[in-house]
């Protein structure tokens, strides 16, 4: 596994540069670090008090890089999880925050280990997530990237506005499917033909 700044370098990479969609609950975002964030960390880059649009848009690569790191890997505990769980975990929970942890748990009880839904990396979670790691070593990974993909459908399922992050206008898998599926080994990966059918309903 490369080490965490390389994953974080990655995720950067896989965030870009600053959006500010009105169909994202994120807001103003840059290199994937939310005006929320900024606020929660009082990150005031324009020193004038307050934290606003202005401060996302002077965020640097490397603030984004070491804002990751702290606030998202070491942190939240992910590196108490199995390696090979850890690079997809914190990509999702730098997307979604502890929902990367409440889906992880979920798998786990479908797996049949006793764990809590909570969004938390307790003890309890890191023997849940070893355990999983043993019992399903070469597979556990792409499960996980699999319910990383059904929650970003689901959520798509749900809102209407979320559709074109799932979806492309030309009909193809949108971005949340691409990142979900850089985790999964291409066998699992959704032919064309499966993408259409399983979002065939949003008209």
């Known amino acids: ?43 005031d880059l324009t020193g004038d008090g307050t934290v606003t649009e202005r401060d996302v848009r002077e965020l640097t690569r490397a603030q984004a890089v070491n804002i990751f790191v702290t606030h998202y890997f070491d942190e939240p505990r992910i590196a108490d999880l199995p390696a090979v769980l850890q690079p997809s975990v914190f990509d999702m929970y730098v997307n979604a925050g502890a929902n990367a942890v409440k889906i992880l748990q979920r798998l786990l009880r479908q797996m049949g280990i006793e764990c809590a839904v909570d969004g938390i990396i307790g003890p309890e979670t890191i023997a849940a997530a070893a355990h999983g790691a043993r019992i399903a070593p070469d597979h556990i990974a792409d499960a996980y990237a699999i319910a990383r ?26 971005g949340w499917i691409k990142r979900a599926e850089e985790f999964l080994a291409p066998r699992y990966h959704m032919t064309q033909g499966e993408f259409e059918a399983r979002v065939a309903a949003w008209g």
């Not at 390389?6 to 103003?28: K, L, T």
């Not at 929650?151 to 949108?174: E, H, I, M, P």
């Open 1 to 43: 596994m490369h080490n965490v700044r390389d994953i974080a370098e990655e995720i950067v990479g896989r965030e870009g540069g600053f959006v500010n969609d009105p169909d994202d609950p994120g807001g103003a975002t840059n290199f994937g670090v939310t005006i929320h964030t900024m606020r929660r960390l009082g990150l």
């Open 149 to 174: 993909r059904n929650y970003y459908f689901a959520l798509a399922d749900r809102r209407v506005s979320s559709r074109k992050f799932a979806r492309t206008r030309a009909g193809g898998k949108g």
